[in-house]
């Protein structure tokens, strides 16, 4: 098995030993080979002709990649470790800290029937342009004549997040603590209450506060946690970083492909992954990043046991 940690690959040193041993190559030709070249003038298709990879071939027979995850806990992550890390879907309806929270501010969520509930009542969840779109501040629902409406706007960001993002745990790949400490709001309290809060402002007169009101939970504190999920099981768009078939053209027919493969989504995943290493790794190598975010498919098992804690950090009070 192998384990790709983008976190730790700090030296170029570094970078073509964990290329050298993904790919069966000698350390020592790898480092040659790139210290002559640069990042403007060397890319993977480079690489794959100088050490005849094969890209359509599963050289390790596993591989993981790990990821880091922002969070908050006012219980030591002790639920964490006992259940696991959880999408979203799974925090919104099951007997999670989340629920509790919201159910205890009037909130309610059914994903699988795309429905909000706020005090009692029953609102759609719907995409801006839905057909089923009934927008609660419009009831002649002709948004589009008026400009951008916050409350479709809203709704649809919720949208966004429940079905186009599939619940989906969202980590790091690569990039430093201050970084991930800063991203959203997620620091002090998960990202989608500030999606709830944005849309349920217009079911009340009184200003919803979840953020504020998850912030200053006793004991609260935040969370960089690290755990290694199977290249497999991200979200496709995170490891098919090429963009579309014509920016692997060259790559795709070497390995015995052509247009239809790729529209008829018939190229190995053997090809995806080894291509999306071979330029992380190199990226790596010439002093960049790499990609920085994935997603993770909702229904991927990441059992407690296999979650470390990077920091602790408390949550100031409001």
């Known amino acids: 098995m192998a384990v790709i940690n983008f976190f730790e690959i700090t030296e170029k040193e570094i970078a073509a030993k964990v290329m050298a041993n993904y790919f069966e190559l000698k350390a020592e030709d790898v480092f ?11 890319e993977a298709l480079d690489f794959i002709k100088r050490f005849s990879i094969d890209l359509n071939c599963a050289y390790q027979e596993v591989t993981k990649i790990s990821c880091r995850h922002l969070t908050t806990s006012d219980d030591q992550l002790d639920s964490i470790f006992q259940r696991g890390m959880l999408n979203l879907k799974q925090m919104l309806e099951q007997a999670t800290s989340l629920r509790a929270f919201l159910l205890n501010h009037g909130v309610e969520i059914n994903v699988d029937e795309a429905w909000i509930s706020y005090d009692g009542k029953r609102y759609p969840i719907y995409k ?60 002090h309290s998960p990202e989608i209450l500030l999606t709830i809060e ?15 009101g ?6 609260n504190c935040g969370y960089i946690l690290e755990f290694d999920v199977a290249i497999e099981a ?4 995170t490891t098919r970083s090429y963009g579309n078939y014509w920016n692997i053209q060259e790559l795709a027919e070497m390995m015995g492909y ?31 990043r790499a990609r920085e975010f994935g997603q993770i498919l909702p229904q991927t098992i990441i059992p407690g046991d296999a979650i470390r804690v990077i920091k602790e950090k408390p949550i100031l009070v409001y």
Request: hydrophobic residues 30%; negative net charge; aromatic residues 16%.
């Open 214 to 219: 998850w912030r200053n939970r006793p004991n």
């Open 234 to 237: 991200f979200e496709p768009m």
């Open 32 to 42: 040659f080979e790139l210290s002559n070249t640069s990042h403007d003038n060397y």
């Open 128 to 187: 801006y342009n839905s057909k089923e779109r009934d927008c609660f501040i419009n009831p002649a629902n002709d948004c589009n004549e008026y400009g951008n409406c916050g409350y479709c706007d809203a709704n649809t960001a919720l949208h966004g997040k429940l079905y186009f993002d599939k619940c989906e745990i969202e980590a790091f790949l690569d990039a430093d603590i201050k970084e991930i400490e800063g991203y959203s709001t997620v620091s």
């Open 258 to 288: 052509n247009e239809w493969d790729f529209e008829d989504n018939l190229i190995k995943p053997e090809f995806t992954n080894n291509l999306f290493l071979i330029q992380n790794l190199l990226n790596k190598f010439y002093g960049f």
């Open 198 to 212: 944005n849309l349920i402002k217009y079911y009340t007169s009184k200003k919803p506060l979840l953020q504020d």
